[in-house]
């Protein structure tokens, strides 16, 4: 048993009479396509995908990353019993909090999603007590979930006799993330700290991530599933993962086909950040230099066909310019994650309006 409170507290143990709640049996947020088969209930693709995506991506998409579990409750104690489908519980520069754990957000006595507790497994399946001593009041929860593993079960557990009720997800436009690692989450601490779920919180808005490690290549069949969303916006942020010579052929392409599916929906292109040592590394430096002067080429080719709704981000900046926010030189800390948060911020509120 593991508790999610800090290391100086004592463990904590589960009640001995707790109200279990299966979240399968009202609904998660960040889950679409919620009326077709899958392989687990918790995946972030239909089935159908595995026919037309890479074997990859497949795979990284049955991990649970961007999804949440809403709920209000006035128990002084939350508890989680869940089962996940991975044995291995940390990831390059990711600690078991970040890649498998979970993270909890509650709403403040103003409206704002405050930071509660977060967890990190120490077995595949278990039970553990995230949060205890909880101030007296009803309030609403928000439990991300794992962002490089996935899930095969998962009950919130409470106090008996307190009050509990599910909250379906909210049914507003989301805003749909398509990137690389840094989508996905390497390396935040933990799952409320990826920019994705910061800004969510920001706009208090929905998020779809479909971020996938090391594979976010502006692929046709991962355009063709996004089209099935009705997005309030789709941020394209794939560079990272992509050389010049992708982004010619494929973005203008990618773009065209959420447009035919989606003819409403904003589209935000990304330049990738600058990897905090390129200063000293001129190929890596070029490298940037290249990428983004390709992805600006397509930008201009499609405002030039006129394409309306579509937006821009540039990348020097998205990480600061003082070198401090990554992990590894290229992958975010929750500083870096934080920083491209608010870069951005003001270009998706602005992509936002009336959606």
Not at 16 to 26: E, K, L, R
Not at 47 to 70: D, I, N, P, Q
Not at 297 to 307: I, K, M, N, P, V
Not at 342 to 351: D, G, H, N, S, Y
Request: proline share 5%; hydrophobic share 40%; aromatic share 10%.
């Amino acid at each position: 048993m593991v508790n999610g409170q800090n290391a100086d507290a004592a463990e904590g143990e589960l009640e001995p009479n707790v109200a279990w709640h299966d979240v399968t049996t009202w609904d998660i947020e960040g889950r679409e396509w919620i009326d077709e088969e899958r392989y687990s209930w918790f995946d972030r693709f239909p089935k159908r995908a595995e026919a037309t995506t890479t074997a990859r991506v497949w795979e990284l998409s049955r991990s649970t990353v961007g999804m949440l579990v809403r709920f209000s409750t006035d128990s002084d104690e939350i508890m989680l019993d869940y089962a996940l489908t991975k044995s291995g519980f940390n990831g390059i520069n990711t600690s078991p909090i970040g890649h498998s754990g979970f993270d909890m957000y509650a709403r403040g006595e103003n409206g704002e999603w405050r930071w509660v507790e977060s967890a990190g497994p120490k077995e595949q399946a278990g039970q553990l007590t995230i949060a205890w001593g909880l101030a007296p009041g009803e309030r609403e929860y928000a439990l991300y979930l794992p962002s490089f593993n996935g899930l095969a079960a998962l009950s919130i557990g409470v106090t008996e006799g307190a009050k509990f009720q599910p909250l379906p997800p909210r049914r507003m436009r989301p805003i749909v993330f398509y990137g690389t690692s840094i989508n996905h989450g390497a390396s935040a601490s933990r799952g409320g700290m990826v920019h994705t779920a910061i800004l969510g919180r920001w706009f208090d808005r929905p998020v779809v991530n479909l971020g996938f490690n090391g594979n976010g290549r502006m692929d046709a069949a991962v355009g063709e599933l996004m089209g099935d969303i009705d997005a309030a916006v789709y941020v394209i942020d794939c560079l990272p993962n992509m050389k010049a010579a992708d982004v010619l052929e494929k973005c203008v392409p990618l773009v065209k086909q959420l447009r035919a599916a989606q003819p409403a929906v904003p589209i935000v292109l990304v330049e990738d950040r600058r990897n905090t040592n390129a200063w000293i590394l001129p190929e890596r430096s070029a490298h940037h230099d290249a990428n983004h002067a390709a992805l600006r080429e397509c930008y201009a080719e499609l405002r030039a066909a006129g394409f309306r709704d579509l937006y821009y981000i540039e990348g020097d900046n998205l990480l600061g310019n003082d070198g401090e926010g990554t992990a590894d030189g290229s992958h975010p800390s929750d500083l870096g994650f934080w920083r491209q948060a608010k870069v951005m911020e003001p270009i998706l509120r602005q992509a936002l309006i009336g959606r």
